[in-house]
């Protein structure tokens, strides 16, 4: 459930997908197999907008769009700059390192995304309806953890809790509440720190 949301319109039912969840082992870190995964570029957007993997997963970049992108990354998990490329291309990225990437584009200052790097092979992202599930997680003691773009990380941090698997047991941890309240809306600036051109008029920017 998120409170507080500065999004909320009366009447209106509020989207709450997009919240990254995971377990962390209390025990030995636990590897998966990492399957390679996939950010699109289609209609000047990052599909899908939120995506969690594990640690040192290869990411695609494809560019689904009749025009050019350029993929970049100046933050916290990742940092890498794609370059400019085409329509039908696409590049790839190993995620080497724990954290959370913000992924834009350096053409369409609209484009976002975020790819959450955990050190686990148990996560998932919420749906529409705020609904999770982690399947086949191993007897254990996990630490359960909570990211959300639209909260301040003093909030998440009291999010975790103490997730207990039992052989057999199917587990379910109730509700949580992702508090919006300290969410301040933050534009972003292209890759070398500067304004944004306008995509409209500048023509190096047009196949």
Not at 24 to 34: D, F, M, V, Y
Not at 38 to 47: A, D, E, M, Y
Request: aromatic share 10%; proline share 8%; net charge positive.
């Amino acid at each position: 459930e998120l409170i507080n949301s500065k999004l909320r319109k009366p009447g209106a039912r509020l989207d709450i997908s997009g919240v990254a969840v995971w377990l962390e082992s209390r025990g030995p870190r636990i590897q998966g197999a990492r399957p390679r995964q996939k950010l699109n570029q289609q209609g000047k957007r990052f599909i899908p907008h939120v995506l969690i993997i594990e640690r040192g997963t290869e990411v695609d970049f494809p560019n689904s769009d009749p025009f050019y992108h350029n993929v970049f990354s100046l933050f916290d998990g990742r940092r890498f700059d794609l370059g400019l490329y085409a329509s039908g291309e696409s590049r790839p990225i190993v995620f080497n390192r724990s954290g959370i990437s913000y992924i834009y584009c350096n053409i369409h200052p609209s484009m976002s995304a975020v790819i959450v790097s955990v050190d686990t092979p148990f996560f998932a992202v919420t749906d529409v309806n705020g609904n999770f599930s982690i399947p086949d997680v191993p007897p254990g003691t996990y630490d359960l953890k909570i990211w959300h773009e639209r909260t301040t990380p003093a909030e998440l941090n009291l999010l975790t809790r103490e997730v207990k698997v039992a052989a057999g047991s199917n587990p379910d941890i109730g509700l949580i509440r992702v508090n919006e309240a300290g969410y301040i809306p933050q534009t972003h600036l292209n890759k070398h720190g500067q304004t944004y051109d306008d995509e409209r008029t500048n023509p190096r920017y047009k196949p």
